[in-house]
Structures are given as C-alpha cells and as structure tokens.
C-alpha cells in the first residue's frame, strides 16, 4: 500500500491514535512497538515519524 501524502488528515489521525494508545497503556511509545505499528498498518510513514519523536 502506497501512502496518500495528499491526505494528511487521515495519517495525523493514525499518529494521533498509536499516540493516545501508548498513554493508555500508561508507558512510552518505544522504537519497537512503533515499528510494529507501522508494519501492521503497511505504512512506512509511521517508523518515520516515530524516528522524528524519539528525537525530541
């Protein structure tokens, strides 16, 4: 699956939601688990912006 870059909203959604998950699970969001986030929904865009959080 290719990612629609035309179509921000939907993939701020997403983050939105692995984001608001990893506050449930009351722990932070390490590199791993977003990898496998990104690998279960097909989207490399994920890893990318996970590389972006870990750096802040």
Not at 11 to 20: D, F, M, T
């Amino acid at each position: 699956m290719k990612i629609n870059m035309l179509r921000p909203k939907k993939i701020r959604r997403k983050i939105a939601a692995v984001v608001l998950l990893s506050k449930k699970l009351q722990q932070p969001v390490d590199r791993l688990k977003c990898v496998s986030f990104a690998l279960s929904w097909h989207q490399r865009i994920y890893i990318i912006v996970c590389n972006i959080y870990h750096r802040n």
